[in-house]
């Protein structure tokens, strides 16, 4: 009866107020993390402005997303994590423009990203436990691990240790978004699947070791075209579920209309 009481008296204003106060403390952190890694982890304040920056264009998109949400939609702890996650992410992409120089190759952006990747596992288990889950949180969470994913393809690419080809890992979902475009059966909703979640986490884990200091080239390289097999065979798997659910329905269509 409380929380009913709580949604009731949610209002528009009230949920954007909370929207923005959480985007705002994030954007605080984000640039004492970055000032950490600037003054302690000898990153240019290029970098950090950059990654700062990256989160601010980020954090307007996400207040705009959040504001057309029906009520009484609230921003919710799984959002703030994601939310969280999304500034470390930020940070690490402004690690792009050292170009294959500290700190593309460093413990410090080894450890920003270990923590991104770990709030990713946490903002999933708060949806579910606290029964935060929606078609928002869902779509931040999807938006924020496939950049994060092209930053690591992009960072282990400027490294020198992985061909180009490494960026396929990367730009492997904004692919299949473009296809959806030209094929609409491919925008079609696909079943839950712990396997895509088990890829989705072995490719940031996998960039992740590539990006380790006394990673070889050779090992990089090895587990790089290990990462990017497995994620060609799920998006197979996951295209052949929809095509073949798209002639299903087709079907049915073409015996109703009979």
């Given at each position: 009866?409380?929380?009913l009481?709580?949604?009731?008296?949610?209002?528009?204003?009230?949920?954007?107020?909370?929207?923005?106060?959480?985007?705002?403390?994030?954007?605080?952190?984000?640039?004492?993390?970055?000032?950490?890694?600037a003054?302690?982890?000898?990153?240019?304040?290029?970098?950090?402005?950059?990654?700062?920056?990256?989160?601010?264009?980020?954090?307007?998109?996400?207040?705009?997303?959040?504001?057309?949400?029906?009520?009484?939609?609230?921003?919710?702890?799984?959002?703030?994590?994601?939310?969280?996650?999304?500034?470390?992410?930020?940070?690490?992409?402004?690690?792009?423009?050292?170009?294959?120089?500290?700190?593309?190759?460093?413990?410090?952006?080894?450890?920003?990203?270990?923590?991104?990747?770990?709030?990713?596992?946490?903002?999933?288990?708060?949806?579910?436990?606290?029964?935060?889950?929606?078609?928002?949180?869902?779509?931040?969470?999807?938006?924020?691990?496939?950049?994060?994913?092209?930053?690591?393809?992009?960072?282990?690419?400027?490294?020198?240790?992985?061909?180009?080809?490494?960026?396929?890992?990367?730009?492997?979902?904004y692919?299949?978004?473009?296809?959806?475009?030209?094929r609409?059966?491919?925008?079609?909703?696909?079943?839950?699947?712990?396997?895509?979640?088990a890829?989705?986490?072995q490719?940031?884990?996998?960039?992740?070791?590539?990006?380790?200091?006394?990673?070889?080239?050779?090992?990089?390289?090895?587990?790089?075209?290990?990462?990017?097999?497995?994620?060609?065979?799920?998006?197979?798997?996951?295209?052949?579920?929809?095509?073949?659910?798209?002639?299903?329905?087709?079907?049915?269509?073409?015996?109703?209309?009979?």
């Amino acid at each position: 009866m409380t929380h009913l009481s709580a949604v009731a008296r949610s209002t528009p204003g009230s949920r954007q107020g909370e929207t923005l106060v959480s985007i705002l403390t994030v954007a605080a952190l984000t640039a004492v993390l970055g000032g950490v890694l600037a003054q302690h982890a000898g990153w240019q304040g290029r970098y950090v402005l950059a990654g700062w920056l990256a989160y601010a264009v980020l954090g307007c998109t996400v207040a705009i997303a959040a504001s057309l949400r029906p009520a009484p939609a609230r921003f919710g702890l799984a959002n703030q994590v994601t939310l969280l996650r999304a500034g470390l992410v930020c940070l690490a992409g402004g690690a792009l423009l050292a170009s294959g120089q500290a700190p593309s190759i460093s413990w410090s952006l080894a450890g920003l990203i270990a923590a991104a990747l770990g709030l990713d596992a946490l903002d999933g288990w708060l949806a579910r436990r606290l029964g935060l889950m929606s078609a928002f949180g869902a779509r931040f969470d999807i938006e924020i691990d496939a950049l994060l994913l092209l930053i690591l393809a992009l960072l282990v690419w400027q490294t020198g240790r992985v061909d180009a080809w490494v960026l396929a890992i990367g730009l492997m979902r904004y692919g299949f978004v473009l296809a959806g475009r030209i094929r609409p059966w491919l925008r079609a909703s696909l079943p839950p699947s712990r396997r895509r979640k088990a890829v989705c986490v072995q490719q940031g884990v996998t960039l992740l070791i590539c990006l380790l200091p006394p990673v070889t080239a050779t090992l990089a390289g090895a587990a790089a075209a290990l990462a990017l097999t497995t994620l060609l065979l799920s998006f197979a798997l996951d295209i052949h579920w929809l095509a073949r659910h798209a002639t299903t329905t087709s079907g049915r269509a073409l015996v109703e209309d009979a």
